[in-house]
C-alpha cells in the first residue's frame, strides 16, 4: 500500500536490550523524521533526515540512532533502552519542493514502545 | 530554545459553536504554520497550513497569522463532536538550514459537546 508505515506497532522490551523501529515510504519523500511523543512534552523531534545517507540530530537524539541506506527507510535503533525510552514514536515524511514545501509532514501510525 | 505555545486546555464548546484555538511562537524566522488534528490514540493529521499574514479558510476551518504579533489561530465553525480531538500547532523557518524541521507546540485538547 502506498503511504508511510511504521512497525512495530507495540513493543515491549527490557532495560538494556536494543530494539529497532521501521519506518517505510512509498512515496519517494526527501524528508523523513522520527518524533516520540510524551504527556507533557508534546512531540518533540529525534532525528532527521534530508535524503539518503544525510541525517542529522534534532531536539533529543541521545540514546537513538538512525540510518538511511535507502531514501524509502529510516529505522530508528535504540542502543540500550532505559524506561525513559517507554513513549509512542512517531516517523513522518516530507516531499521536497523547488521551493518552499506546500505540506506539512506526513505521519506514520506510530510505535507505543514500553521500556520495562 | 524557539518554542511554540498553546493553551493545554481542555477547551469545551456545544456543538454548533465556534472553537477558537491559539498559538504563539517565539521564532521569529518562522514562515510556514501548520495546524494537526489528533484523535486519542492516532497519529496527528495536517488539517491547515498558512504562510501569509491574514485568514485562510478551508470548509468550516479558518487559520488566522499575525506575523508581527507572532500569533497563529484556527477558528472551527459550526463545531461538531467529531472535532473533539488535540490540535497541535507548528511552525517551520523554511530557510538558514532549517531542514524544514517541524516546531510543535504540546496541544489544546478540544472537547464538542452534544
Known amino acids: 500500500d502506498a503511504g508511510i508505515t511504521q512497525s512495530p506497532r507495540y513493543k515491549i522490551t527490557e532495560t538494556g536490550r536494543q530494539v529497532t523501529l521501521m519506518c517505510h515510504q512509498t512515496?519517494?519523500?526527501?524528508?523523513m523524521f522520527w518524533y516520540r511523543q510524551d504527556l507533557g512534552h508534546g512531540l518533540r523531534l529525534i532525528y532527521y533526515?534530508?535524503?539518503?545517507?544525510?541525517?542529522d540530530k534534532g531536539e533529543v537524539p541521545d540514546g537513538y540512532v538512525v540510518s538511511r541506506s535507502k531514501t524509502e527507510n529510516f529505522p530508528l535503533t535504540l542502543e540500550s533502552a532505559t524506561r525513559s525510552q517507554t513513549s509512542v514514536y512517531f516517523c513522518a515524511s516530507s516531499e521536497r519542493g523547488g521551493g518552499r514545501p506546500s505540506y506539512g509532514y506526513t505521519f506514520g501510525s506510530g510505535t507505543r514502545l514500553t521500556v520495562v | 530554545q524557539k518554542e511554540v505555545e498553546q493553551n493545554s486546555g481542555p477547551l469545551s464548546v456545544p456543538e454548533g459553536a465556534i472553537a477558537s484555538l491559539n498559538c504563539t511562537y517565539s521564532?521569529?524566522?518562522?514562515?510556514?504554520f501548520f495546524w494537526y488534528r489528533q484523535y486519542s490514540g492516532k497519529s496527528p493529521e495536517l488539517i491547515m497550513f498558512i504562510y501569509s499574514n491574514g485568514d485562510k479558510e478551508d470548509g468550516r476551518f479558518t487559520a488566522q497569522l499575525n506575523k508581527a504579533s507572532q500569533y497563529v489561530s484556527l477558528l472551527i465553525r459550526d463545531s461538531q463532536p467529531s472535532d473533539s480531538a488535540t490540535y497541535l500547532c507548528?511552525?517551520?523557518?523554511?530557510?538558514?538550514?532549517?531542514?524544514?524541521?517541524?516546531?510543535f507546540g504540546k496541544g489544546t485538547l478540544l472537547t464538542v459537546n452534544p
Open positions: 533526515s534530508a535524503a539518503a545517507d544525510i541525517t
Open positions: 512515496w519517494s519523500h526527501s524528508y
Open positions: 507548528a511552525v517551520r523557518r523554511d530557510s538558514g538550514g532549517s531542514n524544514y524541521k517541524l516546531t
Open positions: 521564532d521569529r524566522g518562522s514562515q510556514s
